[in-house]
């Protein structure tokens, strides 16, 4: 990264940067001092359910499918709008002093989401989630409701709209075809989860005969626009397909070790081509929002369990940033002209900086909580460490989020 490394000013005009690393001689604008700090490009959590921060810690040590049906399933049936709203302004805030710039979500009332993420400043890409259970009338009524999120966030500053069918198991073939066409139509993105468990892969090629990136290949649904979620058990002709089709793919390590998913072939994926990034899945099962801490847990995990000594941490900065943006059709993730303004200044003088022998290193393996200052869109969301620069409006954020949480796990 020391080639990649500049000494210099900043200079951001109309919300992109217009000068990196040149001595900016006009100070009349707003002028933060530098020194000590190191610009580093925002993150992009590529997958996650925000509003999911209202249930951390609630249901812990168990197998995706026994997670999902006994505990997070029946307390979402309990949702309400309300709460959406409280768990995601959570989220958003955790995710800012953290250096995430954007992120990627899929969960229920898309417009309590989106006010969220006004209030706070950040941009993201919205997933209009749904469910058909293989049942017609079920698909019927979510497409009507996808369709109505997805106009009401289209145009909208901060907002990426996408359609987020939510996996293989509860989402039929027809609905993933016309899930597909309503992205298209407007526009907007994709999001899905695939084959996060053995379990899962299993099931579907029984009942479908072929391998699932086979059968949604077949079905036209794999894209440019898409990003899957974990993508763990597939074989090297299932990678070689996503890659020729452009999709990304959103690699969850904490969240895959902690429910015991399974082991992502990075490198694999890098030979192949695909546009790899980097998601923390929700709170639920992770249970941080930090893309710091995804960074250094997808390093080791190849280092220990592929025994890949020589995997580099670049792989997983560039995953975090710049692959991440690309994933959203975003000219951002890279601190240089003409990009997106979004990044966050690391205070150097931090214990965990010290010393620096290697930038890259130490952002990626001991940088816990160095965050500064965060922008995005050349705006300070984060100032000197909180929020808005207010921690009162941090502490609000935090208690709405806990009355919310009481009501729902009580």
């Known amino acids: 990264m020391a080639e990649n490394t500049l000494r210099g000013d900043l200079l951001i005009e109309h919300s992109e940067f217009a000068g990196v690393g040149e001595v900016v001689r006009d100070k009349s604008g707003i002028v933060i001092d530098g020194r000590n700090y190191a610009a580093v490009p925002g993150f992009a959590n ?59 979500d899929m969960y229920f009332y898309a417009e309590e989401i989106a006010k969220a993420v006004e209030d706070c400043g950040i941009r993201a890409c919205i997933s209009s989630a749904f469910f058909d259970f293989f ?28 359609v987020g069918p939510h996996a293989p198991y509860t989402v039929s073939l027809e609905g993933l075809n ?57 074989e090297k002709e299932e990678i070689r397909i996503l890659a020729e089709r452009g999709v990304s793919v959103a690699h969850c390590p904490v969240s895959n070790m902690k429910l015991g998913s399974g082991v992502f072939n990075y490198r694999g994926m890098l030979e192949a081509g695909v546009n790899v990034c980097l998601g923390t899945d929700g709170a639920a099962s992770n249970n941080s929002l930090s893309i710091l801490e995804e960074m250094k847990f997808a390093a080791l995990l190849q280092k220990v369990y592929r025994n890949d000594l020589e995997f580099k941490a670049e792989y997983v900065f560039r995953a975090a940033t710049e692959n991440g943006y690309r994933a959203l059709k975003l000219r951002g993730g890279k601190i240089e002209k003409g990009y997106i303004a979004d990044f966050a200044l690391y205070n150097l003088n931090s214990v965990s900086f010290c010393p620096n022998h290697n930038l890259l290193a130490n952002l990626v393996y001991s940088a816990s909580n160095s965050v500064v200052y965060t922008f995005v869109n050349g705006i300070p969301v984060v100032e000197n460490g909180y929020f808005m620069g207010d921690v009162e409006k941090e502490l609000k954020v935090m208690e709405d989020a806990r009355k919310a949480a009481e009501e729902l796990c009580q």
Do not use: Q
């Open 178 to 234: 016309r899930a597909k066409e309503v992205a298209e139509e407007n526009n907007a993105l994709l999001h899905f989860h695939l084959a996060e468990t053995e379990k899962e892969v299993k099931e579907f090629e029984k009942k479908n005969g072929k391998k699932v990136v086979k059968v949604l290949d077949e079905i036209g649904f794999l894209n440019k626009r898409l990003t899957v979620a974990h993508a763990i058990w597939l």
């Open 46 to 104: 590529a997958h996650t359910h925000a509003a999911m921060t209202l249930f951390r810690g609630y249901a812990e040590d168990m197998p995706l499918m026994e997670w999902l049906e006994n505990k997070i399933w029946p307390l979402e049936k309990k949702l309400k709008p309300k709460h959406v709203y409280a768990g995601t302004k959570l989220a958003c805030v955790e995710m800012l002093k953290t250096g995430c710039t954007v992120f990627t």
């Open 135 to 162: 049942s017609e009338d079920i698909l019927e009524e979510s497409m009507k409701r996808v369709e109505k999120d997805i106009k009401n966030l289209s145009n909208r500053k901060l907002i990426i709209p996408a």
